[in-house]
């Protein structure tokens, strides 16, 4: 676990945006998450969104709760899941591990910051995990 802890504190030091980190395994559970933030609750959503697989021109779900916050996804890829909340209370990213597969790495995004401000080191940071979950 201490390796993958490693890339959480590398992630979280590299962009000041993230401000919550949870790491799911590809069978679903939850490996890890930073302490200012507990998805468990929400974890069977979660999966869901991971393990939806869209055909061209389908839009899947259209929003996700996780801590009370709903989020409305505003891109679901194989490589990414964006969710952002309208009234102002952040965003989420969620990265498949691999892309396109069932683990993932879910950053909880700074209100004040766009999403895409903190994209490039999540989707770096989840390849990084892909041995791991």
């Known amino acids: 676990m201490s390796e993958i802890e490693a890339i959480i504190d590398a ?3 590299e962009e000041q945006n993230i401000f919550g ?3 799911i395994s590809k069978e679903g559970n939850l490996l890890t998450q930073t302490e200012n933030w507990n998805i468990a609750g929400d974890l069977g959503l979660i999966n869901e969104l991971l393990n939806q697989k869209l055909e ?6 259209s929003s996700i709760t996780i801590q009370g916050i709903k989020y409305m996804i505003v891109e679901n890829t194989e490589e990414r899941k964006i969710g952002t909340n309208i009234t102002g209370k952040g965003h989420i990213i969620i990265c498949p591990v691999p892309i396109g597969g069932t683990g993932a790495l879910l950053c909880y995004i700074n209100p004040q910051a766009g999403p895409r401000d903190a994209l490039f080191a999540t989707q770096e940071y989840a ?5 791991f979950v």
Do not use: H, P, R, S
């Open 11 to 13: 992630l979280l030091n």
């Open 21 to 23: 980190v949870a790491i």
């Open 56 to 61: 061209l021109g389908e839009k899947g779900i």
């Open 127 to 131: 390849l990084k995990l892909k041995d």
